[in-house]
């Protein structure tokens, strides 16, 4: 099983976990971070885990719920959020999934992010071009040239001079995600805010297979920071200026 097949196939176990959990209660608890936790995040965690152990002993895994653990030290690691979205997941709406990432020396090789309300995966590896689970072709972010047609999604709110500047700040769909709609061309750039290492790995590599470009705010592509601008690549500059002036 190649690294994309295996991602693939945990992202699947993930959704086949969850998605019972989904029909009716959950229980749930409140994390130190103040942050929800339910009985469904733990399974698909535990699930994931003994997969990996399974697949790939020798990886290190990072996931939200367990924290660091398999091969620690090891030049592989998967980073995962068993239920990225899991206030939504409480919720009843559909824009949670599941975030799969494997890092090799520092670098994301493989990505899969998963809506299984709707029956969807995006994946992608290094060099191979991003995808939809609901078409062959491969996904391409918008062309959209011009700062001011713009569709920004994200953190908009958070500096007071982007609205002033463009005249379309986009809302994401609730079935969706910025990200997600970035990849689907329903965005042209999202300003990130927030978010840990198994929440916005996925991204980057998604977004650069897709023809788009994710940095952080030094201009590199780490997602630990907890913030992004991520786009069509065109726009880049231009939305990085508006973030960060």
Not at 20 to 46: E, H, I, N, R
Not at 166 to 194: C, F, H, M, Q, Y
Not at 204 to 218: I, K, N, S
């Amino acid at each position: 099983m190649t690294d994309l097949e295996l991602a693939r196939h945990l992202a699947s176990i993930a959704d086949e976990v969850a998605l019972p959990y989904a029909s009716g209660y959950v229980s749930m608890q409140w994390k130190a971070d103040g942050s929800p936790v339910t009985a469904a995040d733990l399974a698909v965690d535990a699930a994931l885990r003994e997969e990996l152990a399974r697949h790939r002993p020798e990886d290190a895994v990072l996931t939200e719920e367990d924290g660091l653990s398999g091969a620690i030290g090891s030049t592989r690691r998967w980073l995962i959020d068993p239920i990225d979205g899991t206030s939504y997941f409480i919720d009843g709406l559909p824009a949670w999934g599941a975030h799969v990432a494997l890092e090799v020396d520092g670098t994301i090789e493989v990505a899969v992010i998963t809506r299984p309300m709707l029956g969807l995966s995006w994946y992608a590896s290094r060099g191979a071009g991003a995808f939809r689970s609901d078409s062959a072709a491969p996904i391409r972010v918008s062309t959209t040239a011009s700062i001011e047609d713009a569709r920004i999604g994200g953190y908009v709110w958070s500096r007071p001079e982007i609205p002033s500047r463009v005249n379309r700040v986009a809302r994401w769909v609730a079935s969706s995600s910025p990200t997600l709609a970035l990849l689907d061309g329903e965005l042209d750039a999202v300003i990130g805010k927030g978010g840990f290492a198994w929440d916005l790995a996925p991204a980057v590599l998604l977004v650069a297979e897709a023809g788009g470009r994710y940095t952080d705010p030094d201009g590199g592509a780490r997602y630990d920071m907890q913030a992004s601008v991520a786009s069509n690549g065109v726009l880049h500059d231009a939305v990085c200026a508006l973030a960060y002036p």
